[in-house]
């Protein structure tokens, strides 16, 4: 069992920041992947960022130039930088884990999420 625990969500203003957490924990082997995804208020969840576990770096065209993803291997945790917040970036922010488990088995874990709001 891998479990994938966000933080660091919460409320702040135009051209405010944040920066969440994506911690996972319990039987690793290993990392590959680390994507963080959103779903505004009545829209499908979409992609929001990813980085590989060579550091590799890809972000939404909506993103791109205020968010920043980066990990820390070591505590298998993933963050996301989120500057220049805009009311379009309000929605809950959700972590998706993809590596193996001890096992050899493969696992894609998600998070339940944590919601930013942007107010104008």
């Known amino acids: 069992q891998v479990q994938v625990v966000e933080s660091g969500g919460g409320l702040v203003q135009t051209g405010g920041s944040l920066r969440l957490s994506c911690a996972a924990s319990?039987?690793?082997?290993?990392?590959?992947?680390m994507d963080w995804f959103r779903q505004r208020p009545g829209d499908p969840r979409e992609f929001v960022a990813r980085?590989?576990?060579?550091?590799?770096?890809n972000y939404a065209d909506s993103v791109k130039g205020r968010f920043t993803i980066s990990r820390d291997n070591a505590k298998n945790t993933g963050y996301l930088q989120m500057n220049s917040l805009i009311p379009e970036d309000t929605g809950v922010y959700y972590c998706?884990?993809?590596?193996?488990?001890?096992?050899?088995?493969?696992?894609?874990?998600w998070g339940q999420g944590t919601q930013v709001t942007v107010s104008s």
């Open positions: 998706a884990v993809d590596g193996r488990k001890m096992t050899g088995r493969p696992f894609t874990s």
């Open positions: 319990g039987s690793i082997f290993s990392i590959n992947t």
């Open positions: 980085i590989t576990g060579g550091g590799s770096t």
